[in-house]
């Protein structure tokens, strides 16, 4: 799949959003971790079945009106070996159920590490004879804070119909402390919207965007419309709606004239909305799903998808 893909499953279902699937051990309903220790007890092994379980349900209720999903690889990683496990088979159903699936993996590295790691997404790990994928998806979120080294190991697939976003200016409050600092006559988050720029040569998709985006957070609507009205090809992932408190008033200016280029990230806030009920998550996907809708109405409030 590619940008232009995405931003058609966008169009299509009418929703420039995408859920980051993020579990957490103190917030997954009861009724699957005590599923869960039934036959696993109280081990990494059963929260790592819980995060599935419950990603699973969340993937399920939300196909047809959620176009993409960010699997947030450090929920998974935390748990060792039966989270990774897990969230390769979150990503698997993900990609069987049809969603866009990016992986927010947040690091990058170098040399022969960061090429394998960019096989292990989009291309293939040799064993022997045999080929595999680990982490197969459609794109990826990392840190582009290494420079090209770390960086174009996974541009090299755009060409292939992958995606690259690169984070620019975070949602949280603390990011000011690195990417709003000056670097010559530019803050160091327009430096990394210039370098996803040029990396971006020859590959530009229908739509007219790159297969390299950034991430922008919804936080800060002042660098968001400064970005937007600078970086017209690029691709916006847009972070910090709802739990992090922007909403669809600040987030509109992510998009062009015709709600294109950019797809809002939520997880808490859909993901957790049983919370804001007394059923003790019983019907989580059920509150998902009406959280969900909600944020979409919200956009489309404030943007028009052509």
Same mark, same amino acid.
């Given at each position: 799949?590619?940008?232009?893909?995405? @931003?058609?499953?966008?169009?299509?279902?009418?929703?420039?959003?995408?859920?980051?699937?993020s579990?957490?051990?103190?917030?997954?309903?009861?009724?699957? #971790?005590?599923?869960?220790? @039934?036959e696993y007890g109280?081990?990494?092994k059963a929260?790592?079945?819980?995060?599935?379980?419950?990603?699973?349900?969340?993937?399920?209720?939300?196909k047809?009106?959620?176009?993409?999903?960010?699997?947030?690889?450090?929920?998974?990683?935390?748990?060792?070996a039966?989270?990774?496990?897990?969230?390769?088979?979150?990503? @698997?159903?993900?990609?069987?159920?049809?969603?866009?699936?990016?992986?927010?993996?947040?690091?990058?590295?170098?040399?022969?590490?960061?090429?394998?790691?960019?096989?292990?997404?989009?291309?293939t790990?040799?064993?022997?004879?045999?080929?595999?994928?680990?982490?197969?998806?459609?794109?990826?979120?990392?840190?582009?804070?290494?420079g090209?080294?770390?960086?174009?190991?996974?541009?090299?697939y755009?060409? @292939?119909g #992958?995606?690259?976003?690169?984070?620019a200016?975070?949602?949280?409050?603390?990011?000011?402390?690195?990417q709003?600092?000056?670097?010559?006559?530019?803050?160091?988050?327009?430096?990394?919207?210039?370098?996803?720029?040029?990396?971006?040569?020859?590959?530009f998709?229908?739509?007219?965007?790159?297969?390299?985006?950034?991430?922008?957070?919804?936080?800060?609507?002042?660098?968001?419309k400064?970005?937007?009205? #600078?970086y017209?090809?690029?691709?916006?992932?847009?972070?910090?709606?709802?739990?992090?408190?922007?909403?669809?008033?600040?987030?509109?200016?992510?998009?062009?004239?015709f709600g294109?280029?950019?797809?809002?990230?939520?997880?808490?806030?859909?993901?957790?909305?049983?919370? #804001?009920?007394?059923?003790g998550?019983?019907?989580?996907?059920?509150?998902?799903?009406?959280?969900?809708?909600?944020?979409?109405?919200?956009?489309?409030?404030?943007?028009?998808?052509?």
């Amino acid at each position: 799949m590619s940008v232009d893909i995405l @931003q058609e499953r966008i169009r299509k279902l009418k929703n420039p959003t995408m859920v980051c699937i993020s579990p957490s051990a103190l917030e997954i309903p009861m009724q699957i #971790k005590d599923q869960v220790k @039934q036959e696993y007890g109280e081990t990494l092994k059963a929260a790592a079945e819980a995060y599935k379980l419950f990603s699973f349900g969340i993937l399920d209720c939300l196909k047809d009106i959620v176009p993409a999903v960010s699997v947030v690889s450090g929920s998974f990683t935390a748990l060792g070996a039966d989270g990774v496990a897990a969230m390769q088979e979150v990503l @698997q159903y993900a990609k069987r159920l049809g969603y866009y699936v990016l992986l927010d993996m947040m690091r990058c590295d170098l040399g022969q590490t960061a090429d394998m790691l960019a096989a292990s997404c989009f291309g293939t790990i040799q064993v022997g004879g045999q080929g595999y994928t680990p982490y197969e998806c459609d794109g990826v979120l990392m840190s582009g804070y290494l420079g090209s080294d770390s960086v174009k190991p996974f541009t090299s697939y755009c060409s @292939q119909g #992958k995606n690259v976003f690169i984070i620019a200016r975070s949602s949280n409050k603390s990011a000011r402390e690195v990417q709003d600092l000056l670097s010559g006559d530019r803050v160091v988050y327009q430096v990394m919207a210039d370098l996803a720029m040029r990396w971006s040569t020859g590959l530009f998709g229908k739509t007219g965007f790159s297969e390299i985006g950034i991430a922008v957070g919804a936080t800060n609507t002042d660098v968001l419309k400064r970005l937007r009205s #600078k970086y017209e090809q690029l691709f916006f992932l847009v972070p910090g709606f709802g739990a992090q408190g922007a909403g669809a008033k600040d987030a509109q200016y992510a998009f062009d004239r015709f709600g294109r280029g950019a797809a809002i990230l939520a997880g808490r806030s859909i993901l957790y909305a049983y919370q #804001k009920h007394d059923d003790g998550g019983s019907n989580y996907q059920q509150y998902a799903i009406a959280a969900a809708e909600k944020m979409r109405e919200q956009i489309l409030s404030y943007i028009t998808i052509y």
